[in-house]
């Protein structure tokens, strides 16, 4: 078993996105390293790091000590409990890794575990192995949606109700009446990716998010997806479309890959255009542009309401919390 840093895991992230990709069931994009660590750098309170690997199998926590004195070794993540702290194939392994992880190290009081589906094998051996040793309390459950492009854009739109259908051919009519025109921006080296995201943050300060300041050009959300964004640029992962009206930018869609499935970031558009139906439109023209690439699954995040009319299904992972002896 080996004790890794931060920096450390970042040096090998590909090693490690490959290991969060054999891990069925977990949210695979927000388990990977192109979100942990910029959500340990920027959204999480200074931690300890206490990451294990051994075989290709890893435990990634981190350690916070709070005001109570209380030491909370929990996801490189928490904000909003999306990834999966175990990472690896094999359960058995995981498992016996995390065991050995806090048997060797009493320096904590309790751990928190997150992202990980109740009907998976992890899930059903991790719990008594764990209760055999610790005493358990259970934590929220996340529930996300997510929506299935293998069949492409027709079969996508089929499956959707027909107003919605109806509501999105006026939009594109009254998109047409604007001419308005899409830009794909995702290609480029990192001073590119920079500047585009300079040109994401002005649209979001004319956002609705943005005049009531609880959008992404504020911090900490803005040193957090700025970190992503620099990540997926050089991955060739990022996904980022402008739409533009009269040659200026009125509304933008960011997004990223990790293996066949696109997981959505953020969208605004100009407030000034809120009659337009521009957040609609951008996701129709990314959702084609998925479609034409072969990316079979949309992950539209955690569950709101607008996502239930473009999601087909619910995924929903546990959290449980295990408190030392």
């Not at 999306?82 to 990472?87: E, G, M, Q, R």
């Not at 320096?107 to 589906?117: C, E, F, Q, S």
């Not at 794909?184 to 609705?208: H, N, P, Y």
Request: hydrophobic residues 40%; aromatic residues 8%; contains cysteine.
């Amino acid at each position: 078993m080996e004790h890794l840093t931060f920096e450390q895991l970042s040096s090998e992230a590909h090693r490690y996105d490959e290991a969060v990709l054999r891990t069925p069931g977990i949210d695979h994009f927000c388990s990977s390293s192109l979100w942990i660590l910029p959500a340990a750098e920027h959204l999480m309170a200074p931690a300890h790091p206490w990451v294990r690997r051994a075989n290709n199998h890893y435990v990634a926590l981190a350690r916070t000590d709070n005001s109570a004195h209380t030491r909370v070794l929990h996801p490189l993540e928490a904000m909003w409990a999306l990834p999966s702290p175990l990472v690896g194939a094999e359960p058995d392994e995981l498992i016996e890794l995390l065991l050995t992880t806090l048997d060797d190290d009493r320096g904590w009081d309790a751990v928190v575990l997150t992202g990980i589906p109740e009907a998976s094998v992890l899930w059903k051996k991790l719990i008594p192995a764990l209760s055999k040793r610790h005493q358990l309390a259970r934590g929220p459950i996340t529930r996300r949606y997510a929506a299935d492009l293998s069949g492409g854009v027709d079969t996508f739109l089929a499956k959707r109700s027909p107003g919605f259908r109806k509501n999105l051919r006026k939009a594109e009519a009254r998109a047409r009446r604007l001419d308005l025109c899409f830009e794909v921006a995702d290609d480029g080296t990192l001073e590119d990716a920079d500047a585009s995201f300079e040109r994401l943050l002005a649209i979001e300060q004319r956002s609705w998010k943005g005049h009531r300041g609880v959008g992404i050009d504020t911090e900490p959300m803005c040193g957090f997806y700025r970190a992503m964004n620099r990540r997926l640029v050089e991955r060739r992962a990022q996904r980022l479309v402008f739409a533009k009206i009269d040659g200026s930018d009125a509304a933008y869609i960011f997004g990223g890959l990790l293996g066949n499935t696109y997981r959505g970031l953020q969208f605004s558009f100009d407030d000034s255009f809120a009659e337009h139906s521009l957040g609609n439109l951008c996701q129709l023209e990314e959702i084609r542009r998925l479609s034409d690439q072969g990316v079979e699954v949309y992950d539209l995040g955690t569950e709101v309401a607008y996502k239930k009319r473009w999601g087909d299904r619910v995924l929903t992972t546990s959290c449980i919390i295990a408190h030392s002896s």
